[in-house]
């Protein structure tokens, strides 16, 4: 009896530390997933690269001002796609307002498409978007080949696009600024090409546009 | 026998709660947005909605780890609604909204109704068993099988969200 009650007890201990151990692992494979390779925005764009020139595309602001994606003016331009009804848009529209108060020399742009001029109103108001502009075109979506949300494109203030990519959280967000400022087109290339020198880290993608050895 | 059956639902349901009503609580925006892209209800109440739904659960939670009948009744009643949710925006084909699991986006799959379904009838299994007493041996067994219980649905949970995460950061299709 003692014996069965003593095997009893071990089988616990051993059941319990099986199951740590199966979920360690499956949220292992969960981290690699999300450290190993794209830490940054994901980019996949059929239509531009790092470095083309940002097609210039008029629309008017929900507050009726005409204004030029693409257009910079000397300053940089970061083109938000986002929409009202998705959720990790709206995670992001915080660190956004953030963003905007920290880099002065970046215009937000925020451009959505589809639904009723009312529903856009409607996020606006509710989310406190006003001290941002606001266009809904279908446009400029599709001119800068946007397929999923949200989604980030910056252009430097030469007109040029710096980097690109699908935005699913504030790192990413980040890591768009990063890359421009490392001069690669998206962190997966930075972390594709190998080891890379001094050199290569302070070029200028704008100029050189990024087409490393893969 | 019973009572060891009963605790193990009872806290597992609560675990699941518990693991649910932290986003829910922590990421609040997040919350009403996943709410809201559901389609079900009007703008106006999603906001209310939102809170009556976490405040609902913190309840949920309370009667369950007291080992309360009331709590198995409100926890299967969230699950149908929740599958309920699920299952009509599969319906609509639009089955790439987040769930509202929290942490990774994870969209609406067979695999999360089943999840549903299969806390239901722990939860009815049990409040059908019901308990004599209270006994220390079943306090012990039951605290043993719950914690490997909610282990495994951790794990469950965890390699649902692997495939989100991996379509999403990988392949880029979410």
Redesign the interface.
Known sequence: MELLTGAVVVL?VL??VL??V??AL??Q??VL??RV??AGA?M?NQQLKVGDAAPQIGVETLNGLEITAGDVAGRGQLLFFLAP????C??LLPVLKTLQRAEKDIEVLLVSDGGTLEEHQ?FVNDEDLHQFNYAISEIVGRSYGV??LPYGVLINERGLVASLG?V?SREHLESLFEAERMGVASIQEYLGGGSVSGDELHYNAAEEPAEKAK | MNEAVYITSSWLLAVVFALAVRHKVTQFIRFKATLQAYELLPQSLVAPAAGALAGLELVTIVLLVALQGAGIVLAVALLALYAMAMLINMARGRSEIDCGCGDEPTELSGWLLLRNVSLIVIGIGAWMLGFAEITFAGLVVGLGCTVVAALLYMTFEQILANRSLHTRLWLGEA
């Open positions: 616990w059941v319990v199951g740590v199966v979920f499956a949220r494979i969960g997933y999300e390779a794209p994901l996949i009804d998705c959720p990790i709206k995670s409607a397929g999923k699908i699913n």
